[in-house]
């Protein structure tokens, strides 16, 4: 009789620690985590939302959109993974969705068309960001910002205008998201040297456009004697032409979606734990930078509990490359200005 009640009290006393042990595990190594998906029923919104409800980092997610949300909240939120989903239809939610967010991560606006670049996309995305960006200076401030919307060489200024106006600018926090590039270069480059492309990684820096998109094939691991000068070139223009491969096979369908919400969800999964205070995540992404003499470049950054903990420099770079990064300074400048002039001036 004695022994079994000792054993139920001792069996109590333990599922009670384990109990207690669980609770500070959640509540000390993986805190509470709120992700906004603006323009979540879109192309590339759709699939990133599947993503972010699979990322057991997210505890919360909103998924914004002016049209087509209920559908796709209701759909992503019958996934059995612990992330609680809820939709936001109108400008009137905008803010609710907002609240409270960690990490927001912008797909909104416009894909290209066949024959179109992407800063034909300026018209349009610039004030969609715009007034995106405002109610984030508004209602999540301190969230880390990572901006999809093309064309994110401009968006990205857009974004930091709007939040040194309202007062909440903090360069740490604002992400242009490159990372399809440098999941295009991984690939590319696996195919072309018969490397294993999971254990490929090549920098891609410099923007999102055309040449201003600069891969450091110079620097990919594992490296290779194998490819040549003329396969270097080519892997480097495939790597700046990839989204218009994709738009161009699309043929008028739009742009680069499911390999696109492969790469936010990278991207953002690298910012989360950063946040969370995992060491060592880096990842290439459109920033304020002091690289160059251009005050947003893309390269390697370090991520941590604030967003940015360092900008990394270029490392040593091929001829090539460095012919490569003095042809793109002047379409890059001349898209960063144009971000700026238009959120100075509207
Ligand atoms: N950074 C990159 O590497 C990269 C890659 C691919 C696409 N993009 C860009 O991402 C953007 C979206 O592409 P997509 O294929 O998903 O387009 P899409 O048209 O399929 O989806 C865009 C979504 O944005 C929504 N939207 C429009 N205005 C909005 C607003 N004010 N607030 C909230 N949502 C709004 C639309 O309703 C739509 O659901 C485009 O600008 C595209 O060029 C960037
Ligand atoms: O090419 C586009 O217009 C979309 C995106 O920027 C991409 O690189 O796929």
């Not at 087509?68 to 609680?84: L, R």
């Not at 309202?166 to 440098?182: E, H, I, N, P, R």
């Amino acid at each position: 009789m004695r022994t079994s009640l000792l054993r139920s009290v001792e069996s109590a006393v333990k599922r009670s620690r384990s109990a207690h042990l669980r609770r500070s595990f959640h509540a000390g190594a993986v805190p509470e985590r709120k992700v906004a998906i603006l323009g979540a029923a879109g192309g590339i919104g759709q699939p990133l939302s599947l993503l972010m409800k699979l990322n057991p980092l997210v505890t919360r997610l909103a998924l914004y959109d002016i049209a087509g949300t209920p559908g796709v909240a209701a759909d992503v939120s019958h996934i059995n993974t612990p992330a609680e989903v809820a939709g936001y239809a109108s400008e009137e939610q905008l803010g609710k969705a907002l609240e409270g967010s960690d990490l927001v991560i912008i797909p909104a606006g416009v894909p290209r068309k066949p024959g179109m670049t992407r800063d034909d996309l300026f018209n349009i995305n610039a004030g969609i960001v715009k007034s995106l960006c405002t109610a984030i200076a508004k209602y999540c401030p301190n969230a880390l910002v990572n901006m999809i919307s093309n064309p994110v060489n401009s968006t990205v200024p857009i974004a930091s205008e709007v939040f040194k106006k309202a007062g909440t600018y903090d360069a740490k926090k604002l992400f242009g998201v490159t990372t399809l590039d440098v999941v295009r270069a991984k690939t590319f480059y696996a195919g072309k040297a018969k490397v294993p492309v999971s254990e490929v990684n090549v920098p891609v820096v410099g923007g999102h456009a055309g040449i201003t998109i600069l891969p450091l094939f110079s620097q990919a691991t594992p490296s290779t004697n194998a490819l040549s000068e003329e396969d270097i070139h080519a892997l480097t223009k495939r790597t700046q032409d990839g989204g218009t491969e994709v738009v161009e096979a699309k043929a008028g369908k739009g742009s680069a979606t499911l390999s696109m919400a492969y790469a936010g969800a990278v991207f953002a999964d690298a910012c989360l734990k950063g946040l969370n205070g995992v060491p060592d995540i880096v990842e290439c992404s459109f920033v304020q930078s002091t690289v160059t003499e251009l005050p947003f470049f893309a390269s390697k950054v370090r991520l941590g509990k604030n967003g940015v903990e360092e900008v990394l420099g270029l490392g040593p770079l091929s001829d090539f490359e460095k012919q490569g990064l003095e042809n793109l300074k002047a379409e890059l400048k001349s898209s960063i200005e144009k971000g700026i002039k238009f959120a100075k001036e509207n």
